[in-house]
């Protein structure tokens, strides 16, 4: 599904990615974990076609096509998404016309008409009860005045309602109470299919009790330093990262 | 020359030889304010970059311009606007057509509509409602450093009359249909005077649409008395060519515990200049003054505002939003007073404007003179580009730039537009914003109504 060979990035002209790759393949949930400032972010925002970040060396090749070369909107109708960390309000923009715009560009895309006004809103009404989101929500103005925890359960919304084949979240559990941290984990359970693909960027082991990484990478200062399997999530969230960064200098003075 | 200007000179000489035509159709009770307006006006005379409030506007090249014709049409034009006369479609509403801001005068030259509420002819109304009339006329138009005010009252020869008697509601809104048509370049100055008694509701549609290429220089004067406990709303849609200049004063005087709402959009235009005047002039007043433009190519908008606080306990709100495309320009001039004795006061404005282009330029000028000390107060002003983070938050679920970047200006105009009460009024105006801001406006789309 998605092939990263070491991808280096930089924001003016200030390196942040040295050297990332990795693979993921249908049906996987990869978590990418590690401490701030390590390029998690960076990272997000370069799948997803930010224009600041300056891709400087690597390829990304997504479902055969290499991603790099595709604008923003065009990497969302193949299929990809992006959960924001801080999603932006939108004043004046309806969460209803935003939807339907985004869901019959998608539709567009894939040579289908565009969705009648009832069939629409009964698609809005599914997805707001298969991710559990107040339906308030969808009247009001994109993001605007939402609490912290309603701007993240809205990401899974218009994840629900894109139904991407690789979902890219990035913190989407940070400031999250408990209730909807299990909602959030909830959304992406129920969207997991055989044939779509998560990568869960996050800076604690928390959401990994609700959604169960079948990959874990550790990002540190640009790179992938570890890549294991679900336990190391939990050796992470107990030893904390110091015991990572002690491991790369002993490596590197060995 | 008095250190007058050519211009203004030309407009004392225009005076002096049409005054006894003017006169000839107004009553003896207008006609008594020509004489000290026209001092007034000579003394202040079109207002020069010098002048505060005109900084950023320059009248020249419309007052400068010799029109063919600088007074209220013949009925022979009447007729010729006939065809015109349309109907209006899907809004629930009184229509009136004017003509050049003039009620046609051929035929009926008052009518009434239910519940005692009369429409027509200012000059008309000066004679049969002459105790109303001279109650309020000229009552409200006051200004120390706008000569256009007193040019007006010194030369306009008619307008529309409204009057809402004590206790109506008016269950429909009334639309006022401003043709703006002539074969000739034409300078109309009217005068309009609504008077909204106590206890009594109701709102008025001002559209102004020119319909032939001509160039056009209007300067009007409405004058609004909305008694106590009454509910007033003016809304205004000018969709105007860009070789048209429309210069419209407003001045809304409230008694009592009324609210108004006076809501500007302006789609088109090659000029404009709205200079909204309010006056809470009773305990318990609300205001609420908005505005929202969208200009491009050499198109220049000015929205200016006075709120007057002369009474305790009141309160204001202003929104005023700009779209600037091109080489446009703009400018908002906000004006908060609170006088000395109006403690409890609540005000508030905004004004945003988004630069879609390196070459537009817009002017923000918030003023508060506060003079009470139980206040409640704050302004706000913004001038920037599109929020790139929220454009790429669109992008990022497939919609595309251009479709995107059209979201975020509609959203952006959509936060005035939300404030209009009725509904289908609302619904008009978002979808002839997006019109507007896809390039897709024409002049009979914005008209409202079917003519032919």
Redesign the interface.
């Known amino acids: 599904m998605l092939i990263i060979n070491n991808l280096k990035a930089s924001i003016e002209g200030k390196s942040i990615l040295k050297g990332i790759s990795l693979e993921v393949k249908p049906g996987e949930i990869h978590a990418i974990m590690g401490p701030n400032g390590s390029g998690k972010s960076t990272l997000a925002a370069v799948l ?4 600041f970040v300056e891709v400087t060396e690597g390829t990304v090749t997504y479902l055969g096509k290499n991603l790099l070369e595709m ?3 065009d ?3 193949e299929g990809i ?2 959960g ?1 960390q801080y ?2 309000e ?4 309806s969460m209803v ?2 939807m339907k ?2 869901v019959n ?2 539709r567009k ?1 894939k040579g289908l008409d565009p969705l009648s006004a009832s069939d629409f809103l009964k698609m809005m009404r599914d997805k707001k009860e298969l991710v559990e989101i107040d339906s308030k929500l969808a009247n009001r ?2 993001n605007e005045g939402f609490s912290g925890g309603e701007k993240k359960k809205n990401e899974i919304f ?1 994840m629900a309602m ?1 139904e991407p084949k690789l979902a890219i979240l990035d913190e989407t559990d940070s400031g999250l109470d408990i209730d909807a941290l299990r909602i959030v984990a909830n959304g992406v359970n129920k969207l997991k299919r055989p044939d779509n693909s998560f990568i869960v960027i996050t800076h604690y082991q928390r959401l990994l009790d609700y959604v169960i990484p079948d990959v874990v990478h550790v990002l540190y200062d640009g790179k992938i330093v570890k890549t294991a399997g679900k336990e190391l999530a939990l050796e992470l969230e107990e030893k904390g990262y110091d015991w990572i960064k002690k491991e790369i200098e002993n490596n590197l003075v060995a | 020359m008095n250190g007058k200007t050519e211009i203004t000179e030309k407009y004392l000489d225009l005076y002096k030889e049409n005054i006894n035509k003017i006169s000839g159709i107004s009553s003896p009770y207008f006609n008594s304010f020509r004489e000290s307006a026209f001092e007034k006006f000579s003394e202040l005379g079109i207002p020069a970059k010098k002048n505060e409030a005109y900084k950023y506007t320059n009248l020249n090249t419309f007052f400068d311009h010799d029109y063919e014709n600088y007074f209220m049409p013949v009925p022979a034009d009447f007729i010729k606007a006939e065809p015109f006369r349309c109907e209006v479609t899907d809004l629930d509403a009184y229509g009136i057509v004017l003509l050049n801001g003039f009620y046609p005068t051929l035929n009926e030259k008052l009518r009434q509509l239910p519940n005692g509420i009369w429409i027509g002819s200012l000059n008309e109304a000066a004679i049969q409602f002459a105790d109303k009339f001279e109650k309020h006329f000229g009552k409200y138009a006051k200004s120390e450093t706008d000569g256009l005010v007193h040019l007006n009252t010194a030369m306009a020869s008619g307008g529309l009359f409204i009057y809402v008697p004590e206790g109506v509601a008016m269950n429909r809104p009334v639309q006022v249909v401003n043709l703006i048509q002539s074969d000739e370049d034409t300078f109309t100055q009217h005068r309009n005077l609504i008077i909204a008694e106590k206890n009594s509701n109701f709102s008025i549609i001002i559209c102004d649409h020119t319909l032939s290429p001509q160039k056009f220089l209007t300067n009007a004067v409405t004058e609004v008395f909305v008694g106590e406990n009454a509910h007033f709303d003016i809304i205004r849609v000018q969709n105007e060519h860009n070789n048209a200049c429309k210069i419209t004063n407003t001045f809304i005087h409230q008694e009592k515990n009324s609210v108004t709402s006076s809501n500007n959009i302006t789609l088109h235009g090659g000029l404009i200049r709205n200079n909204t005047y309010h006056y809470l002039g009773g305990e318990g007043a609300e205001s609420y003054s908005y505005g929202l433009f969208l200009a491009d190519k050499w198109q220049h908008i000015d929205n200016f505002v006075n709120v007057d606080h002369a009474f305790p306990h009141c309160t204001s709100n202003q929104l005023f939003k700009g779209v600037l495309d091109d080489m446009s320009t703009g400018a908002f001039n906000g004006r908060i007073l609170v006088r000395p004795d109006a403690q409890g006061t609540f005000a508030y404005q905004k004004n945003n404007n988004i630069l879609l282009t390196d070459d537009a330029k817009m002017d923000s000028k918030p003023q508060l003179e506060i003079y009470a000390d139980d206040v409640k107060c704050s302004h706000g002003a913004t001038i920037g580009q599109l929020d790139d983070d929220a454009l790429f938050y669109l992008q990022s679920r497939g919609i595309n730039k251009r479709e995107a970047r059209l979201m975020l200006m509609f959203g952006f105009a959509h936060e005035v537009i939300q404030n209009i009460k009725i509904e289908v009024l609302r619904e008009r105006m978002d979808s002839l914003v997006m019109q507007r801001l896809k390039g897709e406006l024409s002049r009979c789309a914005s008209c409202m109504v079917k003519c032919g």
């Open positions: 997803a076609g930010r224009e604008s923003a909107e990497r969302a109708k998404f992006l924001f999603p932006i939108i004043p004046g923009v016309n935003f715009t985004a560009e998608h895309h103005s994109v218009q894109l």
